[in-house]
């Protein structure tokens, strides 16, 4: 492989013409009748060439084969490796205007930057930019300095004047300016648009949140009927029963005691039973079917009940406070009167239905003691009746008299018994005894041991005429203490029963009035500020709701 030789590097430099001698112009010399028209006449600027004329006139003379020195070779050295660095075309201007500010001749770009480096100043550098852009609103410099030239120089009065040439802006400023005239475009078209949306958001804001809200203030302010609410508070109290002790006698009197007739007397009052109640009693339903109450409060239907049991429980609110045992009435009415006459019917029904629970209660204490004492009777009589039979059936009257009898019988055999024995043995005692007198002795003893074990033959054992008289005493004796335990249960069951009788007399629960129903004199409903800050607020939140969830799909649509 052969390597091509290396050609040695010349530069052609052009010469710089001499200027010419300044002449006189011909059109002064001569006449002005006598100028040679085909002469050059002079231009009244004098012979030097305007500096961007000068590259024009060194291509138009002819080069020179000079052989380039080893300083011009160091300069493309150094021109070569600032071209090789990447330079944009704008880093390569702000390079020339520095250069041209700093009245630096340079022959490219490319040597205004070597130039401006070798001369300690950065072309790139931000204050330098600065500068440039600071001075571009001035007259050029090279302009500047050969217009002042041509100014300082004396000039005839009859030849033209050096007009002060235009200064254009600079690609740079004029980049300056159009980006910063974008900005402010922009700036104005986003100014724009969000006066657009925010013009947008009123007016949503005032179709869905204004305008609800304005309809529904006068609807509260003009339209509604007014209502009139009377108040009350009653509470439901217990009896304390005497009989009451143990655990059973630690709630009586409180709130707990009563807790669930205060309930059920809550859901009577709040039931159809008792709507239709007062409807009948005072005409209900009459009232709010009148076409003097506004369309959104009044009957349309007078025969429906749940049309009328929904006005009910809104007009009708009853509550119950668990800590204090209160139960609290509140009935609004078109008039004041109609309002107080409503709410004392609806106590009167809750005082009935109190009296009703303790009737209740009251005769299942009566039934129930009465069954019991009735069941205790029957089984006193059966058991008696019992012990009637055994006597009878064994002929005896009482076990007890029985036994008593037979022992002392028994007793006094054993003693004739006794005295027989021993007279026999006094009798045998002899060595020759009486046998006439001795055998009446033993004949007797024989009998008497006879009638002793009969005797006790009867006591333990049964004989011919029936049973024992052990057996006889025993069922005696169950059955006497059946006919006891009976008569004690009976007892008891009299007492439960006259208490049972005690309690039923007294009343157990009682309703006690604690606030009166008043008929009021200024209407409590509607609350038109109350009422329309609550439209707002739901109006506001509605739209919030919805604004949301429309962004959110339309976000995730975008996606």
């Known amino acids: 492989m052969t390597t091509m030789p290396k050609a040695t590097r010349f530069r052609i430099r052009l010469p710089v013409p001499a200027a010419p001698a300044a002449r006189p112009s011909a059109a002064l010399r001569r006449p002005p009748d006598a100028v040679d028209l085909l002469e050059p006449q002079d231009d009244g600027f004098g012979p030097d060439m305007f500096p961007t004329a000068t590259k024009a006139a060194r291509r138009a003379e002819p080069a020179t084969g000079e052989v380039t020195p080893a300083q011009d070779m ?59 852009v600071s001075a571009g609103s ?25 007009a002060s040439p235009t200064r254009l802006p600079s690609p740079e400023l004029r980049a300056e300016h159009s980006h910063a005239s974008d900005i402010e475009r922009i700036q104005r078209d986003i100014g724009r648009r969000r006066r657009r949306r ?23 302010a003009v339209l509604a009927t007014p209502l009139y609410a009377t ?7 217990q009896a304390e029963s005497p009989a009451a002790s143990g655990l059973g006698g630690l709630f009586s009197g409180t709130q707990f005691a009563t807790s669930q007739d205060s309930i059920a007397v809550q859901g009577y009052l709040q039931s159809r039973d008792a709507m239709l109640r ?38 009708v609110q009853i509550s119950y406070d668990q800590t204090e045992g209160i139960i609290k009435l509140e009935v609004s009415a078109p008039s004041p009167d109609l309002s107080a006459a409503w709410s004392r019917e609806l106590i009167r029904y809750a005082e009935e239905q109190v009296n009703h629970l303790s009737e209740r209660l009251r005769g299942d204490q009566m039934k129930g003691a009465r069954e019991s004492y009735d069941d205790a ?29 037979l022992s002392s019988q028994i007793t006094a055999l054993e003693t004739q018994l006794t005295q027989e024995r021993l007279a026999l043995a006094q009798m045998l005692s002899n060595a020759s005894p009486n046998r006439a007198r001795v055998e009446p002795v033993q004949r007797r003893i024989g009998t008497l041991e006879q009638e002793i074990a009969n005797l006790r033959a009867r006591l333990t054992e049964d004989g011919e005429s029936g049973r024992s008289l052990a057996k006889v005493q025993s069922e005696l004796l169950v059955a006497q203490g059946d006919v006891q335990t009976r008569q004690l249960l009976l007892t008891q069951a009299a007492q439960q029963l006259e208490i049972a009788r005690i309690e039923a007399n007294r009343q157990q629960r009682y309703l006690s009035l604690a606030v009166a129903p008043v008929a009021p004199d200024v209407a409590s409903y509607p609350r038109a500020f109350e009422n329309t800050t609550v439209a707002l607020l739901i109006f506001a939140g509605i739209y919030l709701m919805v604004a949301l969830t429309a962004s959110i799909l339309r976000e995730q649509v975008s996606n």
Request: proline content about 4%.
């Open 377 to 405: 009777e029957a089984k006193l009589m059966a058991s008696q009746q019992r012990v009637v039979e055994l006597q009878e059936r064994n002929k005896v009257l009482s076990s007890e008299v029985e036994i008593t009898l």
């Open 198 to 220: 925010m013009l947008l958001l009123w007016v949503r804001l005032s179709v869905f949140v204004g305008l609800p809200t304005l309809i529904a203030a006068f609807y509260y």
């Open 74 to 132: 160091a300069i493309d050295a150094e021109i070569d490796a600032i071209r090789r660095e990447g330079l944009t075309g704008r880093q390569l201007r702000l390079a020339r205007r520095m250069a041209e500010k700093h009245q630096i001749a340079a022959t490219s770009d490319f040597d205004a930057v070597r130039q401006l480096r070798k001369a300690g100043m950065d072309p790139f550098g931000r204050s330098s930019v600065l500068d440039i």
């Open 278 to 315: 007062l409807d009948q009693a005072v005409g209900f339903r009459r009232y709010f079917a009148d076409p003097s109450v506004d369309p959104l409060q009044r009957l349309e239907d007078a025969t429906s009940i749940e049309a009328a049991y929904k006005i009910y429980r809104k007009n």
């Open 138 to 162: 001035a007259p050029g410099d090279d302009a500047q300095g050969h217009s002042r030239a041509l100014a300082t120089t004396p000039q005839d009065p009859q030849l033209p004047q050096l």
């Open 231 to 237: 108040r009350s508070e009653f509470v439901i109290q």
